[in-house]
């Protein structure tokens, strides 16, 4: 017997997957006795249908049997892999469409020349073993003479059970060129080619690069771990890669840079650029330098190009201002998403450089790198949650609560639990988002939540946005104490950097926002001194110095009007506009007068408005549109409910005592009290009963 390979045509029709059609060679299946109950069970304690099942198989396995040779022969071809255009019996006899015919004929194949599941069965059933082996590599042997052993048709030998070295290289190439754009598809392929007898120890990395991508990490560190107790195993670098992965989002970077160092400096330069991310990300800056200066060479590919861009952004963002890095980053991150490639990576390109853009005050562009990210899926499912959440996190600055909590809930929502680092940026979120809508029963629930999530990470430079938002929420609630050690790791981390402006200057501006919050304004002297020096190299370091300055003037009772809406105002132009709200609305309330007071209420409003709606223009406080001829502020709508509730309130009564006043649940004057917040655009209920009293026109409310 001799093969041919199969021509395109008859290649797509294998491709098609066999559809239900009527059962072959006459088989009939008798009807139910009870349609809608199912079929009723005979004496034997068979139902009628697997007697019937039975004989029908019974029937098919005589039908075969008694085929024509060379008709049987040829069904056999088709059901261990080949097709028409590989039947060719004992090479004398020329190819004709009358054996298909036949087949056809006879029930036994479709139009399209695809063989009935059944049938394939029943006829690989009824021959030996040896027999179907023997086919397969003959079929083997005819599409490699031609040089046509394609990927499916390898998968489809593989699956039939052939043991073939020559199957197993195709499936593990074919695996190699989807390994980084499709590694769902790369994790069958490996699988099936070592069913096909590859060497399991040679795909063992790829193998953990793949369970990585899928965000299996228990499967994809065991892979590693046992890859790289043995001496010998090959493809050792990937394995580091992927290892290093693992431990990152386990919220370990520590762990990965240390993976790093063991494994030596000698190593690819995408690999080498990937160890610098981790080294520094964990605090070893001379580590990475030593890495990268020691590097070998990579194929200028567009991944190792985006790679060598992270090494370098990343470095970037210790000198100086650290505002260079950024440009850097974008770059990284646009190649890296031009790649498709799904790389096992410390930290995405896209997250370092929202990062960064985030850290220096550049909150839109940070958006504008998520979204472009996000859109064209950067780093697959591995990456896609982190993303997520920096997205719901310029969200949150923005004061977009809406689109903040959706992106915690679409986080949340995801196939498997978060990674211990993603979990961390979820929970913080969420303590953000309520902190900033003074929700004090979410708040409290979700500090709990996320002080429980610290406690599993071990804290590293890309992990101090959560770190700062914990440190301000723990001062609210009065529980400082609880993520003093997290904050203390952060600071020994960045004193290891060299104490980089981009990185220290948020985090002391937490500092200083944790001791006001605590009332002890005393014990911020340190970071506001920090903030002082920092604001001659750094433009969010002047904005929150002198928002500071002002902060300490009102609560010392000195307000000028004038000061704070200017400090408010820097704040916003640095990604802190709730920041700046809040400073205005707290002046506004202590202010002793009316004219000021309703400046710094309008200050307060229009820079909520700016989070809530990107296209409010920044019209000054003092426009007349802002302000009525009497300095007061434009008066929002209020319902004649809302108003009632609010007059109460600032006559000082509790939600009880008003729900009993209007005959209402104390839950809805709640609620009330919500839509007025939100009406007003107030960041704190100070804030909101100092709006009230304009709004209404009573100045000797009590708050």
């Given amino acids: 017997m001799r093969f041919r390979p199969a021509n395109e045509d008859s290649q797509r029709a294998w491709?098609?997957?066999?559809?239900?059609?009527?059962?072959?060679?006459?088989?009939?299946?008798?009807?139910?006795?009870?349609?809608?109950?199912g079929v009723a069970p005979t004496v034997d304690g068979r139902s009628d249908q697997d007697q019937a099942d039975s004989v029908d198989d019974e029937h098919l396995t005589r039908t075969i049997t008694a085929l024509e040779p060379r008709l049987r022969e040829f069904i056999l071809v088709l059901a261990v892999g080949g097709d028409v255009e590989l039947w060719r019996p004992d090479g004398d006899i020329e190819v004709d469409d009358g054996i298909l015919g036949e087949a056809q004929a006879a029930g036994l194949v479709t139009e399209d020349g695809t063989l009935i599941e059944s049938v394939r069965n029943t006829i690989l059933t009824t021959v030996a073993g040896h027999r179907v082996r023997a086919i397969q590599r003959k079929i083997v042997d005819a599409l490699v003479v031609d040089g046509r052993l394609l990927s499916d048709r390898a998968r489809s030998l593989a699956r039939g059970g052939l043991v073939d070295l020559r199957i197993a290289r195709v499936l593990e190439r074919e695996g190699d060129r989807l390994l980084l754009v499709a590694p769902d598809h790369a994790a069958e392929l490996y699988e099936e080619a070592i069913g096909a007898g590859a060497d399991s120890r040679a795909l063992a990395a790829r193998r953990a690069q793949v369970a990585w991508a899928a965000g299996d990490l228990d499967t994809a560190g065991r892979i590693v771990d046992d890859h790289l107790a043995d001496d010998s195993a090959p493809d050792r670098g990937r394995a580091i890669d992927v290892g290093a992965a693992v431990w990152a989002s386990r919220g370990m970077l520590g762990r990965s840079s240390e993976l790093y160092r063991w494994h030596g400096t000698e190593m690819a330069a995408t690999s080498a650029a990937f160890a610098a991310v981790a080294m520094i990300g964990a605090g070893d800056r001379n580590g990475a330098a030593a890495m990268l200066a020691s590097a070998g060479s990579s194929s200028p590919t567009v991944v190792s190009v985006a790679a060598s861009l992270m090494a370098q952004g990343v470095r970037d963002s210790l000198e100086g201002s650290g505002v260079q890095a950024l440009p850097t980053l974008i770059r990284a991150s646009d190649m890296m998403t031009a790649s498709g490639a799904v790389v096992p990576v410390p930290e995405s390109p896209a997250a370092l450089a929202a990062l960064v853009a985030i850290q220096g005050g550049d909150v839109a562009v940070a958006g504008s790198v998520l979204e472009e990210a996000?859109?064209?899926?950067?780093?697959?499912?591995?990456?896609?949650?982190?993303?997520?959440?920096?997205r719901g996190w310029v969200a949150m600055l923005e004061d977009r609560v809406a689109d903040a909590r959706a992106a915690v809930a679409e986080a949340d929502a995801g196939d498997g639990r978060l990674t211990a680092r993603d979990e961390l940026l979820s929970r913080a979120l969420a303590v953000g988002i309520a902190r900033r809508t003074d929700a004090v029963a979410e708040l409290t629930g979700a500090w709990r939540r996320a002080h429980d999530s610290i406690l599993h990470v071990a804290i590293d430079l890309f992990d101090l946005l959560p770190v700062g938002e914990l440190v301000v929420a723990s001062a609210r609630l009065g529980e400082s104490d609880k993520v003093r050690y997290q904050l203390d790791e952060a600071w020994n981390l960045l004193e290891r950097l060299g104490s980089p402006l981009l990185w220290c200057v948020p985090l002391h501006w937490a500092s200083v926002q944790a001791a006001i919050l605590a009332g002890e304004p005393r014990s911020l002297a340190p970071d506001a001194a920090a903030l002082v020096r920092a604001g001659e190299h750094s433009r969010p370091a002047a904005m929150m110095s002198t928002a500071g300055r002002a902060w300490l003037d009102v609560l010392a009772g000195r307000v000028d009007a004038a000061a704070v809406d200017d400090a408010a105002r820097g704040l916003a132009t640095v990604g802190l506009g709730w920041d700046g709200a809040r400073l205005a609305g707290h002046a506004a309330a202590r202010a002793a007068d009316r004219k000021e007071m309703s400046r710094l209420l309008a200050c307060a409003r229009e820079l909520r408005r700016a989070g809530l709606d990107p296209s409010a223009t920044d019209t000054p406080a003092s426009d007349p549109a802002q302000l009525h001829g009497d300095g007061s502020v434009g008066r929002p709508e209020l319902s004649s409910r809302e108003r009632e509730v609010a007059q109460l309130v600032l006559q000082g009564k509790n939600y009880r005592e008003i729900g009993e006043t209007m005959f209402i649940s104390p839950r809805t004057v709640e609620h009330h009290m919500e839509r007025i917040r939100h009406r007003l655009a107030a960041t704190s209920r100070s804030e909101m009963l100092a709006q009230l009293r304009v709004v209404l026109g009573d100045e000797d409310g009590v708050l």
Avoid: F, H, K, N
């Fill in 15 to 37: 491709r098609t997957a066999a559809e239900p059609l009527p059962d072959p060679v006459g088989r009939q299946r008798p009807p139910s006795s009870d349609a809608s109950s």
């Fill in 374 to 390: 996000l859109e064209r899926a950067q780093g697959g499912a591995a990456a896609r949650t982190r993303l997520l959440l920096l």
